[in-house]
């Protein structure tokens, strides 16, 4: 067994003392040598941080069909379609024409008039609808609509944050267990070489049993890896069949579609302020409560019920023909409602400026956070080409004999967490920089 923990001038002074015994020239030969040149070839290098996989996004007719086939776009939907048709029963109105008929029968026992008559009377009137109650209905007409179309909006933004989140959450799931096989693949290699230099007498047992307890950590992270990745591809295609159409999830490799525009925090805020689903439902909740109280106002206006009727009496003896006019008193109540209504407008106008400060506090946190984690991936990919290299360095040296098997594996493990952690950095700032173009509606 080679004493490969020996140093270059330990090794020097064991050569020569080994060549003054017997049959020592042949020890003396095989230790002075550098471990043979397949030993190299048999341990390939960890892969380069270049050629580690990199995030990308699913194909846009993919998630258009998968945002077709949402349960809460669908329900965004029908409420829009539902508030469509409010609005048109609001500005058409509900004052309808009324219609009344009576009949009744007359007796006069009395004469010259005594008898028994048949008497009718058709009554038909409409409350009229003031201007300023139009016009509040026509408003809150429009803000249920606007109402609607932004919950859409929002259901649609919030839908495609879960899809990206679930998305790149198996992308690199499944970049881990492609980084785990690599691993596996190069390490069953470097046990078969070092089991064909134990047969040549160039390799100790305790090389081959670290080695193989390797491959089993190996084996043990890449069956660990790929049930990740299986899980978070099938919890994808669950929830989003249409991707299941790019099953190796590439997705689309435009490199832009992900790059974030060089605005300062101020410009972010604004584009997120005016693209924002939140705000633009905010904006027409306080439409809905200005056009409310300006019904609770226009209804302290007694709005009259104007009417015609047509009567026959004593047998048709006597026709009648009238015109009907009633007004309906108010009352404190109807004071009281447009108070409170009006009490519902501030306490629309304090919602919409906390949601204002909400969505500004979530663009400059996405915005840090964005801004942090690109860094983070750029730092941790620079780690792990420095481990690369040390790990490089490493076998090098066990190679000529200069440090033992464990540290070269020690050293080995270390590149490849290095890269495990690249990749994790890499799709968290592809998912930080997705979220924040969607809040600024990119």
Known sequence: MQATFFSPALRAVAVALALALPGGATWAA??????????????????????LPRPTLPHTAAVEQG?????????????RQ??????AALRAGSNGLTAQAQVQQRRIDAPPDSGRFTEWQLLIN?????????????RLADALEQSAQATLALARQQTLGQLFTAWFAAQRAQAEALLAQQDLELIDAQVKALQRRQ????????????????????????????????????ALFARYPALAQDG????????????????????????????SPLLAEQRAALQKAQALAAQAHAARTPQPTVGAYLGSERGGNERIVGVQLSVPFGTPARAAQERAA????????????????????????????????????????????????SAARVLRAYQLGEAGL?????ARRGAVEAMRLALQARYDAAASAAQLRLQAGL
């Open 82 to 87: 539902a508030a469509q048709d409010n609005g």
């Open 30 to 51: 095989q230790s002075a040598a550098p471990r043979p040149a397949a030993a190299a070839a048999a341990v390939a290098a960890l892969p380069a941080v270049e050629d």
């Open 406 to 410: 464990s540290e070269w594996l020690l």
């Open 199 to 234: 047969a040549l007498g160039d390799a100790s047992v305790l090389e081959v049993e670290q080695m193989q307890a390797e491959r089993a950590r190996a084996q043990a992270a890449l069956t660990l890896a790929q049930g990740l990745a299986a899980s978070s591809r099938a």
């Open 248 to 275: 190796s999830l590439r997705g689309q490799g435009d490199a832009a579609a992900l790059a974030l525009p060089a605005w300062s925090a101020a410009q972010w805020v604004e584009q997120a302020t005016a693209a």
């Open 67 to 79: 945002l077709s086939d949402a349960p809460a776009l669908r329900d965004a939907q029908a409420m």
């Open 342 to 389: 009006l009490a519902e407008v501030d306490a629309a106008q304090w919602r919409l400026r906390e949601q204002q400060s909400v969505l500004d506090a979530e663009v400059q946190r996405l915005l840090a956070q964005a801004q942090a984690q690109a860094a983070a991936a750029n730092a941790a990919e620079d780690a792990a080409r420095l481990q690369a290299q």
């Open 126 to 138: 409409r409350q009229l609808r003031l201007p300023a109650q139009q016009q509040a209905d026509s």
